[in-house]
């Protein structure tokens, strides 16, 4: 019943989105004006019934309701209940239904609480996200239905991929999806705007907050899945420019391009075209991202529900919106006007400087990897990896932290070069003698990008706290510090990946139990291995004793086994610092009684997780005093 | 004038990609992986017997002047016992094929071989991979036709079904 109730839920779901697009098209260029009066409610019961889809999903996970397909093939009786709740969206199917969940509640609350903008503006994103949402739902109910019953049900199920059975990455994907859903009420804003030829402050305003939640949310989904590699997949490294991950990595980079071009559009009503197109680029590049994942076209490890059909369902979608979106972009925007203009030495052209070295460097990860597809239908197979995107991407991302550094010293519309180079006097210093003391130190036993990196990441810090530099720090707007606390997560997450690269110690060996090794100043004795079962699982421990000077401390590195599907995965174990972790992977029996042991010591590499974390804190705390200064405005509007 | 022209430039970069995709999802690729040596000679090697009554299998033992199949397979592989038919039938069209068993054990292959036929010259045990890797081989079965001078003239990745025994029947023709 539960799951006739949900896909009962989800057709009248689609109906309605159906519905919501007919009223808006005919209230807006039909002539019939009292229609619109009908589209919020409408877009408003849409998300609750989306909403009741994905509970009755989620209900028959935690049920184990064995006679829906979905649930048989991805769950099993005896799993832990966090992974029966995650396994609802830990599948194709179910994170389709997320998706449009997250869309539907998405145009609910931009029907519900957008009163900024022009009413004919709002109605026109309303169309553009009911449009998106049909597509979705068509692609849901007629090739992914999650609702399909099984007959006859089987007693347990298939299970979830142990890889996933993780509390970390039970959060990970619904992140990056509510991200990209925040991507496409970003770029239904920007069709509305081309269709009304609104594109200015108000319409910047509207948009701004989506772009930042979705900002945020892509920061988190990214740091997370970052972490997620590094203590799972036990190979010790924290990016691998895997194209799944270059998938979630391209929608961020053009989100946060969109962040800085809305703001100046929001603030100066510049780059008004500029920002429509980074808008519909960064959608689009959520798009692509989720049809690389899902279609199988690249060989990855996240290896997801690889199929066809389904890819060209994907690829239909992308082709109607993007190439709809591009085609109204290149009709309309001509007729939308040229905003202010700024001078040379001002904010604002840093803030384009900004813009394009990250879409450069978005350009780089999609070339990079849509590169084998390109050489392939041409007869060759490649593979494009670390080399090159270290190498061609890794020196832009540092000219574009050291533009970051620069960028919130200038004025808006113009400055004089001279007091700019004041202001910039001190970081300017701190970095001339970080590198003098690094190339003493540090050249030929560190590469040439870790050394730049680590020589750049303390003055960019500091100079990312100037903005706050004799003002009253109680005063300051929220969204200065959102801003301050963010760009000073950049210098720390580049501090932790150039420490990282620059001194970690790796040491591989086959000891045997009662064996001491010593690596990096620490001292590891090796006491017994042993065999361990967990709930759905066992395993082979390792204890070993770990200890540097005093204090010594039992960890425990597993080589886990699943039953249910049989799969190996590797538990490493991490012992965190202040200054850094020790990450030991237990691996195969080399030979009679001996076992490997990977040991790396990680200096400070927990600080790209924690600026990460800052990064879209910061981010918070943009959107919060934003949206505060917007109620406190309007209130005080109502108060004359 | 400008301007107009450069607007349309996303669209068309796009279209460009999207026909990209298109391409590849009608032809995905077919992950398989040939072997570098095709063309080039048998790696050295030198491998213990695998069954109780056949020879051990040395490098040196093919070659002979007759082209012939070198099998890779395994007892505890399931395609491998599907495609012991259609090796008794190679067999017996007058094939010389000799078996590299793969991460295995004497009883294993002896049970196996006594119910699913046994169609091998030589059988050689490759405990740890090594001659599979040194192969380029990637799993099991694989099959090699090696020409009459040892050179591997083709490579058959998976099980041989009943419709592909003529065309390795053609190619050792071939590799005469």
């Known amino acids: 019943m539960i799951a006739e109730a949900g896909l009962i839920a989800l057709w009248l ?179 509305g705007a081309l269709l009304t030829r609104r594109v200015d402050a108000a319409f910047a305003r509207a948009m701004r907050p989506w772009v930042l939640a979705a900002w945020v949310l892509l920061t988190l989904g990214i740091t997370a899945g970052s972490y997620w590699a590094y203590y799972e997949l036990g190979w010790g490294g924290w990016w691998f420019w895997d194209p799944v991950e270059n998938a979630s990595l391209m929608p961020w980079l053009a989100a946060t391009a969109l962040l800085h071009s809305v703001t100046v559009l929001a603030t100066r009503d510049s780059l008004r075209a500029w920002t429509v197109m980074l808008a519909v680029i960064a959608f689009s590049m959520s798009m692509v991202g989720t049809f690389l994942v899902r279609s199988g076209i690249l060989t990855s490890v996240h290896a997801f529900a690889v199929d066809p059909e389904r890819g060209s369902f994907i690829l239909a979608l992308l082709a109607i919106y993007i190439g709809g979106a591009l085609a109204l972009f290149g009709w309309r925007v001509g007729a939308v006007r040229e905003g202010a203009t700024f001078r040379t030495v001002s904010r604002e052209s840093a803030l384009v400087m900004n813009n394009l070295l990250l879409c450069v460097i978005l350009g780089i990860v999609l070339i990079g990897t849509l590169y084998p597809l390109m050489t392939e239908a041409f007869g060759h197979k490649v593979s494009v990896g670390a080399p090159y995107f270290d190498r061609v991407a890794g020196p832009l991302a540092l000219a ?241 | 004038m400008k301007r107009p022209l450069l607007l349309w430039v996303p669209l068309v970069a796009f279209v460009a990609v999207l026909l990209l995709f298109a391409g590849r999802l009608a032809n995905p690729d077919d992950r398989v992986v040939q072997s570098r040596l095709i063309g080039q000679a048998l790696p050295v090697f030198d491998l213990p017997a ?55 054990a004497r009883a294993d292959v002896d049970a196996f071989l006594k119910k699913h036929g046994n169609p091998y010259t030589r059988i050689g045990l490759d405990a740890r991979s090594t001659v599979q890797m040194a192969l380029g081989s990637s799993g099991v079965p694989e099959t090699f036709v090696i020409d009459g001078r040892g050179k591997i003239a083709h490579q058959h990745i998976g099980d041989i079904r009943a419709d592909d025994v003529p065309k390795v029947l053609k190619q050792l023709e071939a590799a005469r």
Not at chain 1, 66 to 87: C, D, E, I, R, T
Not at chain 1, 409 to 419: C, E, G, M, P, S
Not at chain 1, 530 to 538: E, H, L, M, Q, R
Not at chain 1, 577 to 598: I, P, T
Request: proline share 5%.
């Open chain 2, 50 to 104: 695998a069954a109780s009554d056949r020879p051990a299998l040395r490098s040196t033992d093919i070659g002979g002047g007759k082209p012939r199949l070198v099998n890779i397979f395994a007892s505890w592989c399931l395609p491998c016992a599907a495609e012991a038919p259609q090796l008794m039938a190679l067999r017996r069209a007058g094939v010389e094929i000799d078996g590299i068993a793969i991460r295995d």
């Open chain 1, 400 to 640: 574009l932290m050291l533009l970051m550094a620069v960028g919130p010293l200038l004025r808006w519309r113009q400055d004089q070069a001279r007091v700019v180079a004041k202001r910039v006097a001190v970081p300017a210093v701190l970095l001339v003698l970080s590198l003098v003391v690094l190339l003493m130190v540090g050249a030929g036993t560190i590469g040439v990008l870790p050394l730049l990196g680590l020589a750049i990441a303390i003055p960019v810090g500091v100079a990312s706290l100037a903005p706050l530099w004799k003002r009253n720090l109680l005063r300051t707007p929220l969204f200065t510090w959102g801003m301050v606390i963010a760009h000073l997560g950049c210098a720390v997450s580049l501090a932790g990946m150039a420490c990282d690269s620059a001194f970690t110690v790796e040491k591989l060996v086959a000891a045997r139990p009662g064996d001491t090794i010593r690596t990096a100043g620490w001292t590891l004795h090796f006491e017994r291995i042993a065999p361990i079962a967990g709930d759905n699982w066992t395993a082979l421990q390792a204890d070993i004793r770990a200890s540097r000077g005093g204090g010594a401390v039992m960890i425990k590195p597993q080589s886990r086994f699943f039953t249910l599907p049989p799969t190996t995965t590797s538990e490493a174990a991490l012992l965190t610092r202040w200054n850094g972790q020790l990450y030991v992977v237990l691996g195969q029996e080399a030979d009679a009684g001996r076992w490997q042991l990977r040991i790396w010591w990680k200096p400070f590499v927990t600080l790209i997780w924690l600026g990460g974390i800052m990064i879209a804190l910061g981010g918070v705390l943009a959107l919060i005093g934003r949206e505060r200064r917007g109620w406190r405005h309007k209130w005080q509007k109502g108060e004359a």
């Open chain 1, 13 to 191: 779901a689609a109906a309605l989105a159906f519905l919501q697009l007919a009223l808006s098209a005919l209230g807006l260029w039909g002539g019939k004006d009292e229609l619109l009066g009908a589209v919020r409610p409408v877009a408003v019961t849409q998300g609750v019934l989306t909403a009741i889809s994905f509970c009755a999903l989620v209900a028959l996970f935690l049920r184990s309701d064995m006679s829906v397909l979905l649930v048989a093939s991805n769950s099993h009786s005896a799993k832990p209940w966090l992974y029966k709740f995650a396994g609802a969206w830990g599948n194709h199917e179910g994170s389709m239904l997320l998706w449009v969940t997250v869309m539907g509640l998405a145009g609910a609350a931009v029907a519900l609480f957008e009163r900024a903008l022009r009413r004919d503006t709002h109605m026109a994103t309303l169309a553009g996200q009911a449009a998106i949402s049909l597509g979705f739902y068509a692609f849901l109910l007629f090739s992914s239905n999650p609702f399909a019953r099984l007959s006859p049900a089987p007693a347990n199920g298939q299970g979830l991929n142990p890889l996933l059975q993780d509390p970390g990455l039970a959060f990970h994907p619904p992140t990056l999806y509510l991200g990209y859903v925040g991507l496409s009420v970003a770029f239904s804003f920007a069709i």
